[in-house]
């Protein structure tokens, strides 16, 4: 909510954001495991909650990957954050992914003043939990 969902498609904000609160940059070799090959810049945002990277791509897109997860405590929450925030969204898919059976997918049309943006969050359907990931795109 506070890096690639307030500044989705505004790279150039979200990196002053980054800055501003004193994100580590992460470098190349390991950056480009997140880039895959696409111009943009990586931060190690890890907090005492646990291990966060978020990839903001020139091209506007914003992920924050997050190392462990519970799949549907993060979908609820993401919800809950996203109504609080007073952002419009209506979900567009929200089932396994066409590849990747150990993952969930779900696909969100969201706005807010104006702004309009696509979220898909993947997380593994492990109760357990796992990776997962929030990914903005103008």
């Known amino acids: 909510m506070q890096s690639c969902v ?3 498609a505004e790279p150039k904000a979200l990196r002053q954001w980054a800055t501003d609160r004193q994100l580590a940059r992460v470098r190349a070799p390991y ?3 997140f880039l895959y090959g696409l111009p943009g810049v990586v931060y190690d945002a890890t907090t005492a909650a646990g291990k966060l990277v978020l990839v903001s791509q020139d091209s506007g897109s914003c992920s924050v990957v997050a190392e462990d997860a519970r ?3 993060l979908l609820h929450q993401l ?3 996203l109504k609080a ?3 419009a969204y209506k979900v567009t898919h929200d089932g396994p ?3 990747e059976k150990e993952l969930h997918n779900r696909s969100y049309d969201a706005s807010l003043d104006g702004r309009h943006w696509l979220m898909l969050v993947s997380t593994v359907n ?3 939990g796992g990776e997962a990931m929030l990914t903005t795109n103008p």
């Open 6 to 8: 307030r500044f989705a």
């Open 31 to 33: 950056s480009d495991a």
């Open 71 to 73: 799949g549907v405590a």
């Open 79 to 81: 919800d809950a954050d």
């Open 85 to 87: 925030a007073g952002i």
């Open 97 to 99: 992914d066409a590849q």
């Open 126 to 128: 492990d109760p357990s």
